[in-house]
């Protein structure tokens, strides 16, 4: 929990440094930049992206980040029940990965199938939805706590690796040109809400959208 907004910082870091489409010489690349990065807490991306990950066609790579010491602390009325539940937080985290790497084979889905009663008709239809592919490529870093120097080297570790990246790929990491015709493209909308101006440099979609504004405001 205590790094559920990583995940917001890191978007910032490597989508904005190094989503370019032109390298340094302002030449067209021919190759993908930026990963597109999004994140969650402990358990809750199970339920969320975790199906993604495991049976998408599209392969997705991620890392687990895993802190082993809660932070809340172990207290000696409660020490037991507060180490056994981090432990169970820790073997989901590992089962993830595990998963994510050996999959489940069409014979292992089928025979479990069998085991839990299932007719041949049942199994045949059932197997293919079950199966994971495995193969599917995760980095599990592990810290025993977090504390200042734990999470600057976590930090520093994505900085670097983003500014290699754009070493590779030979773009500039440290301008972001891209958001900035969003910023001046606003005031002239903004001016257009306020004053109740009709546009006349607009596109019909843009102006559709902001007439349907208008009417809700009213």
């Given at each position: 929990?205590?790094l ?9 870091l490597?989508?904005?440094?190094n989503?370019?489409s ?16 999004w ?8 339920h ?18 895993l ?26 985290c590992?089962?993830q990965?595990?998963?994510?790497m050996?999959g ?24 293919p ?28 570790l994505y900085?670097?690796?983003?500014f290699?990246e754009?070493?590779i790929w030979?773009i500039?990491?440290?301008d972001?040109?891209?958001v ?8 002239d909308?903004f ?17 559709n ?10």
């Amino acid at each position: 929990d205590s790094l559920a907004l990583l995940p917001q910082y890191l978007q910032q870091l490597v989508m904005e440094s190094n989503g370019k489409s032109v390298d340094r010489a302002g030449t067209d690349v021919s190759y993908n930049t930026s990963a597109i990065i999004w994140g969650d807490i402990g358990t809750n991306f199970q339920h969320a992206f975790g199906q993604h990950l495991h049976q998408s066609s599209t392969i997705t790579p991620c890392d687990f980040i895993l802190v082993i010491d809660s932070q809340e602390g172990y207290y000696p009325e409660t020490m037991i029940k507060a180490i056994e539940q981090q432990n169970l937080l820790i073997a989901n985290c590992l089962a993830q990965s595990k998963a994510l790497m050996e999959g489940k084979d069409v014979e292992s889905v089928k025979n479990k199938l069998y085991r839990d009663g299932y007719s041949d008709n049942k199994v045949s239809k059932l197997a293919p939805h079950m199966i994971l592919p495995g193969n599917r490529p995760s980095n599990t870093m592990i810290m025993k706590s977090i504390n200042p120097k734990s999470l600057g080297a976590l930090i520093a570790l994505y900085e670097h690796k983003t500014f290699c990246e754009g070493v590779i790929w030979n773009i500039n990491s440290f301008d972001q040109w891209g958001v900035e015709l969003g910023k001046t493209l606003s005031q002239d909308i903004f001016n257009i809400l306020t004053n109740q101006n009709e546009s006349q440099d607009n596109d019909q979609s843009t102006n559709n959208l902001i007439t349907v504004i208008r009417n809700f405001q009213k």
